[in-house]
């Protein structure tokens, strides 16, 4: 796992997943590694770290006590229910992660140079939306994300890393 944290809460987790959809039928394409982020130490981000995505998902929608913040929260299930394989149950959260990310006041940091990045959470958010997007078979909209994504944070790798991904995955698509 490739983890970056910053203040103690946010990290970014490499999670290599088998792809699901509208494009899950060739075997090479089903083993195409993308990149999502979610929240490690709120709404369930321990148990998404070790790989216990619907345990995680059940955990947050049961939370009666509203412990998480929108933004946690919605990027948790949104990184939860994706997968889980839930594409339909997870959409709403990843928009929702989208909207919830423009309303954050915090300054992230990101990597050992500190560099603080005010737009970091609305990257990590766009990038997770386009690997939902690539899974469900839109991958012009998860081109966008990802190219939205990674002009808004010059220091995650996520949107390039899943740009890459998606050029291979549209190669091997027009190749068949």
């Known amino acids: 796992m490739n983890m970056i944290k910053e203040p103690k809460w946010?990290?970014?987790?490499?999670?290599?997943?088998?792809?699901?959809?509208?494009?899950?039928?060739?075997?090479?394409?089903?083993?195409?590694?993308?990149?999502?982020?979610?929240?490690?130490?709120?709404?369930?981000?321990?148990?998404?770290?070790?790989?216990?995505?619907?345990?995680?998902?059940?955990?947050?929608?049961?939370?009666?006590?509203?412990?998480?913040?929108a933004f946690a929260k919605a990027t948790n299930l949104c990184v939860s229910l994706t997968l889980s394989d839930e594409l339909d149950a997870a959409e709403p959260h990843c928009e929702s992660a989208v909207q919830q990310s423009r309303n954050l006041k915090h300054l992230y940091k990101l990597g050992e140079n500190g560099r603080a990045n005010p737009n970091l959470s609305y990257a990590i958010a766009l990038s997770n939306l386009g690997v939902l997007r690539v899974l469900t078979g839109d991958l012009d909209t998860a081109q966008q994300h990802f190219e939205n994504a990674a002009s808004i944070s010059t220091t995650l790798d996520n949107p390039d890393h899943n740009m890459n991904r998606l050029q291979q995955v549209r190669s091997r698509i027009a190749s068949r």
């Open 10 to 69: 946010i990290v970014a987790l490499a999670i290599s997943f088998l792809t699901s959809g509208a494009i899950a039928s060739d075997t090479e394409i089903k083993t195409s590694a993308f990149i999502m982020s979610a929240v490690e130490d709120s709404a369930a981000g321990k148990q998404i770290m070790a790989g216990d995505y619907e345990a995680a998902a059940d955990d947050i929608r049961n939370d009666g006590r509203q412990r998480y913040d």
